[in-house]
């Protein structure tokens, strides 16, 4: 479906624009005192680009009454790569983001219902 | 008044019902695109997460080693191209079945004098201090 590198120059940006300026995605020797060894991509910034993808197939009917869920299975490091793929549900879609072969991130999304004629005629 | 340098405490993170003000640049929904790959002419609904993590941590560092499990989003309207935002934090604390901390920060948005955008709730494992 889509693919993104996240790179040091992206994750950078990111932790400027967010704020997030945690040591632990932009500092290697303090990234390799933590249990992820490696710095790691902020997760709001995996969450926006699943987002995106969402939007793209959804337009107003995510932008107006869309609700979304973003779970974090596994961190994807910083240079590393993640590979989005598209399901539908039965209530919605998900889009699921694959670091290799893991499941690094599961997005739930339900866009708002699409008014019946009976929604919209006029009384 | 906030202190950029102070590390976010819990208690910090409500707003106990107030409405707050929230700036959101045009450098950063311009940041968003080119750091997303954003090219739709449409507000991306993703910067209603940039604003929403702005205003609960209103510039503070969260506490090192904490965790981000999952973020929700409803969505109610295109962020505003203005970036001018009214935002309310609301957190609900508890322990998990290992006694760590579990803390979801809830964010409503809307616009100036009312209009809603989003609501944003951040899951978050908060370190212990």
Redesign the interface.
Known sequence: MSE?TFDAE?VR??A?????????HLDPEFAATTPFEVPIT????L???A??VA??RD?VR???????????RAPVPVGGELRLEHREVADGHEIHGYRGDTDALQVHVEPAAVPTKEDTDVQ | MTHPAQVLALSDLATEGSWEQLHLEEQ?HL??R?????D?P?????LG??AA??AF?R?R??P?GGV???????????PPEDGEYEFQVDAAVREDSSGRTLVRVCTRLRRPGGGDVADVT?VLRWPDV
Not at chain 2, 42 to 46: K, N, R, Y
């Open positions: 993104m992206r940006g990111w400027r624009l967010t704020g997030d300026e945690n040591p632990l902020h997760g709001h910034l969450a926006c680009v987002l995106d939007q793209r337009g995510l932008l107006e009454g869309g609700r979304v869920s973003v779970r974090f | 950063a940041g968003y080119r750091l997303t790959g954003w739709n449409e507000m991306p609904a993703g997460i940039v993590r702005r941590t510039g560092p969260l090192a981000l499990l999952g973020i929700e989003l409803d969505s109610r309207s295109a951040f």
